[in-house]
């Protein structure tokens, strides 16, 4: 069942180092930024403000004051932080043990295990049988599969982020957890393999009543059983991230092989079940389960009729990041492709830069492993791509009306192109190291030309900033609705625990696939 990484903005390789929430910073004599005059998207022009604006940022001034907004962060750090809501361990389940992911899992595999035993205690001491058992199994690989195929995906952020801004903030919160969808396929996942446990379990013993199930049922069956359960081993969060690489080849390859073998399993135990005088291909026909295969299998092969290999134009932003054109598709806010030089073995995601107006979208590969370290010392001039772009975390800012939009290192590729589009009222904050020298004055003018008032922090200039402090200063001067952060893993998970323990709406990437 291969994952296509619904819910992941920005993939491992090009995270930013992990920023510390502790550190203090030494701030230097103060400087104003003034605004900025309404802009242009074109890149390659910045107006003398703008510059302007940008040295005051960046050239080690300490005080960010805006005239225009009043964004301050001066002195952050003696900020007082509210209390949390709720009590420690009530907030520490809902926000951390509980949440939203888990909380789908839940749902779906509790219901799959309360009919299971409902299924075990009505069949007695035979069992249920075995068509039956089939059946729901297949169901729930079917959901499971469903659940990670990009026009699927699609269409659920879609439709959760129709909704108008006008409705009560508790509605568009729970909305905008829409990215969490992946505990849905794990929850089918890990249910359907408990199900063709039982479902094995029972067929061998009518295989050995000789009650309608034959070998070839049966031997398909453990098969089918042990790359699940494969699976399901290099998918454990931990395993998971310590052999990502792994884990994809088995959920890719072991996927495959499970999915062709479940074809052989269907036909052979529709066979074993045909009535008297009914061919094979009629009762094929009327399987639901036969149905069900077919749509699965054609959701896994339609990615693959859309891998092509297509020119790209790099553009070397500096050691650390190179910048990658593309123009055979447009994108949105929002929206993920993929990328690989070997097609049968890596992918690797990346979020999708587009700017009203300009056909196509870039992406910023930074520096994080030997495949994104290769980009930069040999920047490609063709490269694999494959499905259509597929949204992510923060396809969700448009249902809040005042958005404060975090972003450390190259997160902040998924981040620009909701500031170019200006779907609502945001206000950036960026931290990174050596920005311009990083990045470039070309993407880092444009950013500061559709939001004058971005506090860019450069964290090699003032040192690591305390982000739990810095990003509730921003929400306070800010008066944001929401907060959405493209950040490494722990500082994600931090900065979104608090804000959401102190009421403030907060998403952040969940890093589930």
């Known amino acids: ?149 990009d026009y699927v995906i699609n269409a659920f952020f879609t439709v959760a982020c129709a909704a108008p801004q006008s409705w009560p903030l508790w509605i568009r919160r729970i909305l905008g957890r829409v990215y969490t969808i992946g505990g849905i396929h794990s929850g089918c996942g890990v249910s359907g393999t408990v199900w063709i446990i039982l479902f094995a379990a029972q067929a061998t013993r009518q295989f050995l009543r000789k009650d309608h199930i034959t070998v070839p049922t049966l031997v398909f069956t453990y098969i089918i059983l042990a790359l699940l359960i494969g699976i399901l081993a290099f998918a454990y969060p931990k395993l998971r991230v310590r052999r990502h690489d792994t884990f994809e080849m088995t959920h890719r390859f072991f996927g495959w092989t499970a999915i062709a073998l479940v074809w052989c399993l269907v036909i052979f135990l529709i066979r074993d079940y045909l009535k008297p005088g009914q061919t094979l291909g009629d009762a094929v026909v009327r399987s639901p389960p036969f149905w069900l295969v077919l749509i699965m299998t054609c959701s896994i092969i339609l990615p693959w009729l859309r891998l092509r290999k297509v020119p790209v134009r790099s553009e070397v932003l500096s050691d650390h990041c190179v910048r990658l054109h593309f123009d055979y598709v447009n994108t949105h806010p929002g929206h993920f492709t993929r990328m690989s030089f070997s097609p049968l073995t890596e992918w690797h995601s990346f979020a999708t830069i587009s700017v009203p107006g300009q056909k196509g979208y870039s992406a910023v590969v930074s520096r994080a492993g030997d495949w994104t370290s290769e980009r930069i010392a040999n920047p490609p001039t063709e490269i694999w791509v494959r499905g259509v772009p597929c949204y992510g975390v923060v396809r969700v800012t448009p249902l809040f009306r005042r958005v404060l939009l975090v972003a450390t290192g190259s997160g902040i590729g998924p981040i620009a192109p909701v500031l170019y589009a200006q779907k609502t009222k945001l206000q950036l904050l960026w931290t990174a190291p050596a920005v311009r020298k990083t990045f470039g004055d070309k993407l880092v003018d444009s950013l500061l030309e559709v939001n004058p008032s971005a506090v860019i922090y450069d964290t090699r200039e003032h040192g690591k900033p305390d982000m739990v402090k810095l990003t509730y200063r921003m929400v306070r001067e800010f008066d944001a609705e929401a907060v959405v952060i493209i950040s490494n893993e722990p500082l994600t998970r931090k900065v979104v625990y608090g804000m959401m323990s102190r009421g403030i709406p907060a998403f952040g990437a969940i890093w589930d696939s």
């Open 1 to 149: 069942m291969p994952s296509t990484n619904g819910v992941v903005d920005v993939p491992r390789e090009v995270q930013p180092s992990t920023v510390s929430s502790t550190a203090t910073i030494t701030l230097p004599p103060s400087a104003h930024l003034n605004g900025v005059s309404p802009l242009s998207y074109d890149h390659n022009a910045s107006s003398n403000n703008t510059s302007t604006a940008a040295s005051s940022i960046i050239d080690g001034k300490s005080e960010l004051d805006v005239e225009k907004s009043g964004i301050s962060w001066e002195g952050y750090l003696d900020d007082e932080l509210p209390e949390k809501t709720q009590g420690h361990w009530l907030r520490n389940l809902r926000f951390q043990i509980f949440s939203l992911y888990r909380r789908l899992f839940g749902i779906v595999f509790v219901t799959n295990m309360a009919v299971f035993i409902a299924t075990c205690v009505q069949g007695g001491v035979d069992g249920a049988d075995a068509l039956f058992l089939g059946k729901v199994a297949i169901a729930n690989i079917f959901v499971a599969i469903l659940m990670r195929q």
